[in-house]
């Protein structure tokens, strides 16, 4: 069983940066692709970014790429989206998910454990 708790979101305004953090129970982290996905209201969950198990492989969707950033330290059990850049449609609940293999890395059913979820709003 593996549990992810979420933090770092919060109120930006349009054009500057924020950080999530995703914490995760467990001592085989090190072992377990971990993704980023958001959903905004009235929206499906969309992918925004993975990174494989020793942090060596990184994909992001397109709408992020250039602005965020996927990273990981295995010796704290977290996983990182350091987000730049920031837009209001970037607004949405980000979660934090986990599986053992590392593609498809953007498809959200593939992900077996899943966080609360933290809300990012981004003002204009």
Known sequence: ????????G??????GSARLSCAASGRTFSTYTMG???QAPGKEREFVAAISSSGGITYYATSVRGRFTISRDNAKNTVYL???SLKPEDS????CATKRVFAPASVASTYGYWGQ????????
């Open 1 to 8: 069983q593996v549990q992810l708790v979420e933090s770092g």
């Open 10 to 15: 919060g109120l930006v305004q349009a054009g």
């Open 82 to 84: 350091q987000m730049n």
């Open 117 to 124: 979820g933290t809300q990012v709003t981004v003002s204009s």
């Open 92 to 95: 949405a609940v980000y979660y």
């Open 36 to 38: 980023w996905f958001r």
